[in-house]
Every structure is written in structure tokens, then in C-alpha cells.
């Protein structure tokens, strides 16, 4: 079983995000299914404990689950004229069931804002009925030119909120809350990630909504990677579905929807934004196995008394981490701390005859490679040491998370310092273009206006392609 | 808002079955996509404790998830001969991408033995890559003629194990032991239904296993509901999708495959065996909500009395046990109580002023209906005694069940017996029939053989069909 290679990051960002996926076993590209992967055990693990991160704050903001069906008439997605220019060219729809031609053809759920509309327009009866507060995991289909494991797939699982209130200032303030409370909140705290918060201008926001907020994550390639959505629908998908309720006043009303939704490209920012060229780094929190203990030993006999000695240190941890014993006796030491690093496992600990001699352990953190990240320590209270540790890793991420980020991000005056800027990482602008002047940028740069951030100058400045005095600035990046 | 009128169970079984689904608000016609229904939050979170339930014991017994694509090149179903013959009339076909014609079209998968092989054939390639272990939980599509909610849905959620074996003993053990210890286990401790475990005979076979194991459930109707399968598959698949791999002996050998499944029917069953003419009876280990707080007041000053008590009430509830609090103040004691009822929530607390003043409280238990139900309980320990009697609750909803199947359990000796037997619940009956005998008796008796049971009897005895003296016995039911 020879070492998989990792090309550096220096040498080739894009090979380096494949290399380490396979390196990391987490993916396999499904040649026979154009555009999709097959989530490999490792991969599908991050996204249960993603899955449970969100999950938990989504119920505690107010919200259910439940679940629509995967197929939607096709005639439904042209029902919102923007919704349907935007995912008309990449819908799989489907013509035949069992041999025979359907009158009537469906379409695999691109998103499910129509398909659902449709239901909630027979729910919503009075303003009794609201809001509704709905949630669906669930996987969707869009094609896609091309692939690139978890970031960009045909076939991605999600999550996607879809809420209807009786008036716009509930719809925008749950759009907020959702970016704020549930993705901000999850993604900092859980992923440590920092997230840069803001609006899409009309040109980036989704295709049928009033207003769409984002959370971009600055990638170590120094491009965004917009990590979380989230949409004031206005009434827009309201009346193309006819959702209307009988307000306080007697009279009726379209409501106003929202919806919002992370999906597994999560995944891909988790390894982008922290692996190195070891291979994968997962941030303790989310990490499905966060300890991995490796026994030493050189024979049999010694086996037995370091495997008794490990299941002595370890017999009070169960439901307190989360962590493995990797007993093989066919591969070395080193192999085994080869593998649990390239699978980016936070903390090993190492356990030998001299250890238990001792009454000590080696203890290696993930996030600092060789000897400055290894320490020895007493088995006295190494559980509390470890849980600790696990913190410390996770604020480590983050704060290296941050301060990369601070490095890279510029405040520009011209195009030409644009330029520079979005080659290393966010460029900070006023701006008062217009749609015509992002398309010219992006023609050129390669650049997108990301966000205009929650964050705003208190003073103007002047605009850097029309020169004209604004209040506004927004982050141009390179993105995913 | 008028009460929903749940027709009664021995008025017409079916309907007061849809009635409850309606009553209970669990789900809703899809009329827009054929066969689907929405799993309506109320549904849907029985779903997510059945899955809780089912995914601990999937990984404690050595399994971990993955996910694999949603659409199969039509042309692997035709693979495995059994299978396609099982499955092509039923397929959901995929013939479009954005508007253009596929060359090769999809399927959406009905099951995923065939394109999981596919991969297990790259994955697995020395004896040391085995067992592979591996669950998903996934969206299938199937079409049916007929729909029943939760039953018999085009689009149904569920998870489908599937693993590889270097033998055939593994692979059997395997297949037994998810049955017994996974499935058994689950559907009998947590959803408090006691299953039939036995094998299926070939007519009644997954298509493409070598032996399919089941559980079966009893419904109130006395029909039997398959709540689970577990297929040994032999070498049928490996053989289809060349699963091979190089064993000790330093030969290539074809591997041995299981799959197994249970799915969204296991809603379906948890409301037919236990549910009444009230509406819904959730298992209190299931219930999504396990004790409902009624607060009772008849103006503002004692509803602000009565809310603080119940705060102080259930404030180290939380964690402990899932309840709510319904503080609604629209809507009348009698209309919360008749709602929860409908809902199946397995505990009532009332609490009123005379209550506060006595230091007591109302509990009212949902499987016994009125006043036989009901008792007065101290607020000191109250939760021991909500916790206590939750597991009561648990244990009578299976004693109940236990007891009913057994009065609904014959053993015949003809086929008139055998007639009669099937009218109103299991037949046990010594079998040595053919295929045909099977199909002659489905055709005149609407029943089947659920099972051949693993209890089999110490002595022979003579075939209800073909008079041969025989050691099996098989369990006939109608079924749904």
C-alpha cells in the first residue's frame, strides 16, 4: 500500500484539493453518472456531523422538517419567469415511466421553492397559519459543465428552508436571522471558518428573489467560496403559486417566502480553507473521529500489554470524545500515522512499553505537523487534557483562518489594484457600477462582486470604475 | 376549526387508516406527481426518530454510511436477469439533460444493488478489503398502481445496507444478524411491535437474492405488514458486476453480497398497530413529543399564575424527557386535549389553580382513553413518574400488540381452515406445496406465505394442500 501523493498547494492548488480527497478517501468520481460522486464513507461522515450542526440550530430557531417530492411537473418551474431563465438549462426531466411516455413530464427537483409553493398555497388559509417555519434534507439535481468533487456536482445533497409570513419586514428578518444565527454561527463556530456577511448584487442573487444574502469563506488559494444562501423571495413565488391568507383585517393577502440552504459544498470549503499538504485537517467539532490512539509495540508480548494498558486509558471516554484505537497488526506504526494524518484526524496518541513505564503518552496535534506539535504528557487526567487540546485546535483553525484572511484582503481605488487584489484574495471597493460594469470586471478579472458586507464606510468614496461619490463598497473576489 | 371525524375501525379499516394520517395532519396527496405524497412535519418526525433509532444500531454493529448516485445507467438493471424482470416495469426513465436527448438514458434507482456493485467492484480487490460494511440513507422511486400513504408511495424514504463477504457463511450471518439484531430489535424495543422473524419463500423472494429473511407485523386488521428484509444475494450480483477479489489462498474469487432495508412503511405500520378511534398512538420511545403540558385558566390573572407554576414546573425537564407546552390562549383546554389526543402524544399534564393549590397535577395516559386513564399525581417526583410511566406506556402498547397477534395466530389443517384463519389473522400451516399451490392459493384465498418461521416445530405433519407429511410450517396472512 504505497503513500498516495499530495501535490503541494504551491505547486498546484486545484491537483492538491483532488489529491487530498483521494488521499483522504472521500469521494470517487461516478464516471457512469455524468457530474456525480459517490460520497465515500470518510467524505459522507463529514456531512452527518455538518448535518447535525445545522439540524440542531435550525429546530431551535423555530423550525420542522419535513419532506416534498423529488420530481416537480415541469410546468411548475416556469411558473416564476426569473426562476425558470435561471435553472431551465440544467434540469434532468424525465419522459418515460416503465416503458411508456408521460403526457405530462417531470423534472428532478433543481430546488424545491415551486414544487413546495404549490402545497403551501393550500396550507396557508389565515394569518393563524403563519409563518411557516419548514426545513427538508434533501438531495437535488442541476447540470453541471464541470465537476469538481463536492463543490461542484449534478447531483449535491442539501438542506433548504422554505418559510412564508404575512408581511416583508418577518420575511426579511428571518432571511437575516438564518444567515446569522444558523449559518454565520455554525460555520464559525463549528467549521472555523470566518465568514464575510452581506447582500448579492441583482447579478448574483438568486433566480426569483427580491434580495439574497451570503456567507463567503476565503479559500488558502485566496478565491471565495460562497458557503450559505439566503433569500427574501418577496411575493414573488407568492403569487406565481397563489399563496394568500386572510389577514388580521379581514382581508387578503399574498404572503411573503423565504428560503435558504447550505449544501455538501461545505465539505470542499472544509478541506480548502484548512488541509495542508500532509492531507485533510478537520476541525475537532466537526471531526468524526477526533483522537486516534496507535499502540506501539514489537512483538506479541508486548502487544498484549500495550493493548491492556490502551483499554485501561481509555475505558472512561466513551461518549466524551469521539475516538478510535487502531489495534492493526499488519502495518507499522508509521503507516498508521501516515494514514490518520492524511485523513486529517485532530489529535494522535501514541502508547508504548517506555509510555506505560512512564505513566505518560506522546500526544501529536493534526494542526501543527512534526516535532512542535508533539508534547508528552502524564495519563493522569489525559482525558481532560485532550478535551482541552480539542479546543485549542479548534480555536487555532479559526484564528489562522482569520488572520489568512485578514492578509489578503485589500482595499482597492482603481481597477488596476483590483486586479492585483483578486489575484492574492478580496478586494474591498465603492462602488456605484452598474450590471453592465460587473460583467465588464468579470470579463477581464475574472472577478465577481461577492457581497456588498453587512459592513459598511461611514464616509464615501468614489466609485472605482464610474468615479462617482458612494456610501457603498463591496468585495470583489476569484470564486468557486 | 371542527374536529376531524375519524371513521371507526371496525367501521371500514381503511378509511378510519387515511382518516388518522389526515387527523393527525402526518401527510398530504401529491396529486401533482403520481404516487408521492409530502411527508408533513407531524409525519416526517416520526420518520427522523425511526431513524435515530435504526442508524445507532446500523453503526454499532460495525456499518458506516455513504451516499451513492440517485440515477443508474438503465443499462446495469439489465444486469442481474431476476432483477430486471422485478423491476423494469416500475422504472422512473430519464431521457433529457436541459432539453437535449441522453444517447444513454437513467433510471432513478428503484434500489441501488446495481450501481453500488458497480463501485464495489473497484473498491474491493484483496481479502483484506473485507467485509465492506456499508449503509445509505436514501429517496427511491418506484411506480405503484395503487397509493397508500407511508404503504405504498412512488417516491418512499428508507436506508438499503449493502455489504461484501469473503464467504457465503458471512454473508448469511450477516443477513441474519442485521435482522435479528438491528431490525428485531429496533421495530420490537422502540416501536413496541412484535415481529414475526422467518424466510421468505421464492415466489415471495427480493429479485436477485439467493434467500430473503423478513419481519412481519400484525395490524389491527389482522393482515400482516413486511416491516423489514434482509437479502443474502449469494454470488448473483458479484458475478453481474464482477465484485472480485484476491483471497489468502492467493486465488481470485467472486465475493458474497447482502442487502437490507426498511423504510418510510414503518410509519404506516406504527399507525395501524397501535392507533385507535381517537386518531394517532405513538410508542413513547418514537414520540416525537412525549408529554404535552396543558396549562387551564379561565381569565388573564389565572393564566399568569397557572403559566408561571407550569415554567417552575418543567423548568429540569429539559434533556430529561420531550414535552411542550401548549400555552395557546385561542383555543379551550378541551380543544388542546382533543388535539393531542388526535396527534398521539403518549402524556397529558393539566394544571389548573386547584391543581397549584393542592400541589398535584392531571396525567392522562393516550392509550387508555377517559377517566381509566387519568390520575392525580404530586408535583413532587413528577418527572420519575412521567419517565416510569413512559416506559409503562411502552410495555403495555407491546403487551397489547403481543396479546392481540397471539388471539389472531391459528394453526390450520385445511384449506378451509386456512380460509377462515386468513379472515382474521395469521395461519400456521404445514406446507410442502409448489410455486403453483402458493399461486393457487393467493388467487382463491387473497393470502400469501409471509414466512417460513424460524420456530419450526418438533414434528411432522401433513401438507394443507398436498397432504405430504412434512417438518416446515409456514405463516399465511393477507397483507398489505
Known amino acids: 500500500m504505497p503513500k498516495d501523493i499530495i501535490t503541494p498547494r504551491e505547486k498546484d492548488y486545484s491537483q492538491w484539493y483532488l489529491d487530498v480527497i483521494k488521499a483522504a478517501d472521500l469521494a470517487d468520481y461516478a464516471e457512469v453518472v455524468k457530474g456525480c460522486i459517490v460520497f465515500k464513507p470518510n467524505g459522507y461522515a463529514i456531512w452527518e456531523s455538518i448535518q447535525k450542526g445545522l439540524d440542531e440550530r435550525i429546530k431551535e430557531t423555530g423550525h420542522v422538517n419535513a419532506y416534498f417530492p423529488l420530481l416537480i411537473p415541469k410546468s411548475f418551474i416556469t411558473k416564476e419567469a426569473e426562476h425558470v431563465e435561471g435553472f431551465a438549462p ?56 464541470r465537476t469538481r468533487p463536492f463543490l461542484r456536482t449534478a447531483e449535491f445533497l442539501w438542506q433548504e ?57 476565503m479559500m488558502q488559494d485566496g478565491r471565495s467560496l460562497q458557503a450559505g444562501t439566503s433569500h427574501n423571495l418577496g411575493q414573488n413565488f407568492s403569487k406565481a403559486f397563489n399563496i394568500t391568507f386572510l389577514d388580521k383585517d379581514n382581508t387578503l393577502k399574498h404572503a411573503w417566502t423565504s428560503s435558504w440552504g447550505v449544501s455538501t459544498r461545505l465539505i470542499g470549503a472544509l478541506i480548502m480553507a484548512h488541509s495542508d499538504d500532509e492531507g485533510l485537517i478537520i476541525p475537532p467539532r466537526l471531526a468524526p473521529i477526533q483522537v486516534v490512539v496507535v499502540p506501539i509495540c514489537k512483538n506479541d508480548e508486548e502487544r498484549a500489554v500495550v493493548l491492556e494498558a490502551v483499554t485501561k486509558l481509555t ?19 508509521g503507516f498508521k500515522y501516515n494514514e490518520w494524518e492524511t485523513k486529517g484526524v485532530p489529535i494522535r496518541v501514541e502508547l508504548g512499553p517506555r509510555d506505560i513505564e512512564k505513566q505518560s503518552v506522546a500526544v501529536a496535534r493534526r494542526d501543527i505537523p512534526g516535532k512542535a506539535g508533539k508534547s508528552f504528557v502524564s495519563q493522569d487526567g489525559l482525558l481532560e487534557h485532550l478535551i482541552d487540546l480539542l479546543e485549542t485546535i479548534q480555536t487555532a483553525l479559526f484564528n489562522r483562518a482569520f488572520q489568512f484572511r485578514t492578509d489578503r484582503t485589500f482595499v482597492v481605488s482603481d481597477e488596476v489594484e483590483l486586479g492585483e487584489a483578486v489575484a492574492k484574495g478580496f478586494a474591498r471597493a465603492f462602488w456605484a457600477g452598474s450590471r453592465d460594469d460587473e460583467d465588464k470586471i468579470q470579463n477581464e478579472l475574472k472577478a465577481t462582486i461577492r457581497a456588498i458586507p453587512f459592513d459598511q464606510p461611514e464616509t464615501a468614496g468614489r466609485c472605482i470604475v464610474t468615479g462617482v461619490e458612494t456610501t457603498q463598497q463591496v468585495i470583489f473576489a476569484r470564486s468557486y
Chains 1, 2 share one sequence.
Open 315 to 333: 475505558a472512561h471516554w466513551k461518549r466524551k470524545i469521539r475516538f478510535k484505537i487502531d489495534d492493526r497488526d499488519h502495518v507499522s506504526p
Open 90 to 145: 440544467e434540469l434532468f426531466e424525465i419522459d418515460k415511466l416503465g416503458g411508456d411516455i408521460l403526457a405530462d413530464p417531470y423534472v428532478i427537483r433543481p430546488t424545491s421553492e415551486t414544487i413546495i409553493g404549490h402545497f403551501y398555497a393550500q396550507w396557508v388559509n389565515s394569518w393563524r397559519d403563519l409563518p411557516l417555519l419548514i426545513n427538508q434534507w434533501a438531495n437535488v439535481m442541476r447540470m453541471e459543465k
Open 161 to 217: 428552508g422554505h418559510t412564508v409570513h404575512a408581511t416583508e419586514e418577518e420575511a426579511e428578518s428571518e432571511t437575516l436571522m438564518i444567515l446569522n444565527d444558523v449559518y454565520s454561527d455554525f460555520v464559525e463556530k463549528e467549521m472555523a471558518l470566518p465568514v464575510l456577511r452581506g447582500r448579492k448584487t441583482d447579478k448574483e442573487k438568486f433566480a426569483g428573489a427580491l434580495r439574497t444574502y451570503t456567507i463567503e469563506a
